[in-house]
């Protein structure tokens, strides 16, 4: 598994712990400890009676977990925000990132404004609906085929035309598809890279190199 503190995949013999017993059936919790980072992963997990017919009419009972829920972290942890990103920008994306596990539809608000407050800093896109500006985007035709089809995907997978007040108004609470948010987050984790941090190191090679040819008594580059 992929220890949700520090995203380091590791392989550890769960611990069952029993907690309680209740009508659905017995309660666990399962403990693993991470090798790298050395923290508690736990797990609350319902083991259950299942019932299915067999075709000789009898019933077959097993014991079986039917949930499993991950309760320490709370959530699975992301990669950290770039330094490079404004702050209000980073503070949406943050607050997306840590209400995730308990309502994906406020993640998906947070991250729709989010996407829309980058694509006007960074972007230069005309302050419209979040579906006009990332067609905006698209056309201006600066973007990576992979990542303009990612962003692209936003409408389809948020079904913008079912929902225009995702468009609309994007910091609204709405209903969301499954795996709509988290792929908000995946978005705009490639978009922080594209219009932030490779120009960051951009600037700081050619600052370097702009150095080294000064101090040999040549022109910068441009």
């Not at 035309?161 to 499954?178: F, R, T, W, Y």
Request: contains cysteine.
């Amino acid at each position: 598994m992929k220890c949700p503190h520090c995203l380091v995949a590791y392989h550890d013999a769960e611990v069952e712990i029993p907690v309680a017993q209740d009508i659905e059936g017995h309660w666990y919790i399962h403990r693993s400890i991470c090798p790298n980072c050395k923290r508690s992963v736990l797990f609350l997990s319902l083991l259950a009676t299942i019932e299915r017919p067999l075709p000789n009419g009898s019933i077959k009972r097993t014991n079986e977990f039917v949930s499993k829920a991950l309760i320490r972290p709370k959530g699975m942890s992301r990669t950290p925000i770039p330094p490079e990103v404004p702050d209000d920008i980073a503070e949406d994306y943050l607050e997306s990132c840590l209400v995730l596990a308990d309502s994906p539809k406020a993640s998906a608000a947070l991250s729709r404004r989010c996407l829309q407050n980058l694509l006007r800093n960074a972007a230069n896109v005309t302050p419209g609906n979040l579906a006009s500006e990332i067609q905006q985007t698209l056309d201006s035709r600066t973007l990576p085929t992979p990542l303009a089809d990612s962003i692209d995907a936003i409408r389809n997978i948020g079904n913008f035309a079912a929902h225009p007040l995702k468009s609309q108004q994007s910091g609204d609470i709405l209903p969301v598809n499954e795996g709509e948010a988290e792929w908000n987050l995946d978005v705009l984790e490639m978009l922080f890279d594209f219009y932030y941090v490779q120009p960051a190191i951009i600037a700081k090679k050619k600052a370097e190199l702009n150095a080294k040819l000064a101090s040999i008594g040549k022109p910068p580059m441009k």
